[in-house]
């Protein structure tokens, strides 16, 4: 893992950022809304996994979809920084999800759980942590009921996992800045307002 994780140093481009949170607090709406905004600027890393595709996602866009042999087979060759079992599916960041965003110069973001942000700490990748955290579990679960894509068995592992993520973020250094998603907009501003100087630092060089 060190021998490839130096090649992100080596290869350093603008700080990669990293967006955590329970699953339905909305990190994936507040990243959509910033590629949107900021086309140019941000890239985002396209992870595996071996859920199958939502109405309306595509493959090599929201993920690179795949079946547990292949991804474990990906795995065992080291082709990931990071890996995790998530709600019974495997999700995971490949560096070459990281490196295509990099060589063109781009915020990398990457979307991935707990466990991602851990395995993440011990590379030399270098991100800044941004912990999405919902007002509380009773809209985390509104949110997630109201997303429809999400059986009552899912569901209810991904709120006892968020739980258990929402204890992670309370402990000292695992984030650099805490974001919580209330009103969208509020949300939003503060997650640009966290990037301002990463933004500025790309627009500059590519202007
Ligand atoms: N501030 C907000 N207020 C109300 N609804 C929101 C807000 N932010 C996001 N949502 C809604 O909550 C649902 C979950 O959001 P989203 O899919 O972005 O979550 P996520 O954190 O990416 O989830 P996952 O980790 O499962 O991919 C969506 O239906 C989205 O439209
Ligand atoms: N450790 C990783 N976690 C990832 C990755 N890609 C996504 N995720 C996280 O999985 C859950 C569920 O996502 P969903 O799309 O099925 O709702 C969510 O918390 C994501 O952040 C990854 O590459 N590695």
């Not at 859920?51 to 547990?68: A, C, F, L, M, S």
């Not at 942590?129 to 509104?142: A, R, T, V, Y």
């Amino acid at each position: 893992m060190r021998h490839f994780s130096r090649l992100f140093s080596v290869m350093a481009g603008p700080r990669p950022v990293v967006c955590s949170g329970p699953s339905g607090v909305g990190k994936s709406t507040l990243l959509k809304k910033l590629m949107k905004e900021y086309e140019g600027v941000f890239g985002f890393s396209i992870s595996h996994t071996t859920r199958k595709p939502r109405p309306g996602e595509q493959n090599g866009i929201d993920y690179h979809y795949v079946t547990r042999d292949v991804m474990q087979a990906g795995i065992g060759n080291g082709d990931f920084i990071e890996s995790a079992e998530f709600s019974g599916n495997l999700y995971g960041t490949s560096k070459a999800a990281v490196q295509e965003v990099q060589s063109k110069n781009l915020i990398c973001l990457l979307d991935i759980d707990m466990q991602g942000v851990k395995n993440i700490k011990k590379t030399d990748l270098n991100p800044m942590f941004i912990s999405i955290q919902p007002p509380s579990m009773e809209i985390l679960e509104k949110r997630l009921r109201g997303r429809k894509t999400e059986s009552e068995e899912s569901l209810q592992k991904r709120l006892q996992t968020a739980k258990i993520e929402m204890e992670f973020s309370k402990e000292p250094g695992a984030f650099d800045v805490i974001i919580i998603n209330d009103n969208l907009d509020d949300a939003y501003a503060k997650l640009k307002d966290a990037l301002k100087e990463e933004i500025d630092k790309v627009k500059k060089v590519s202007s």
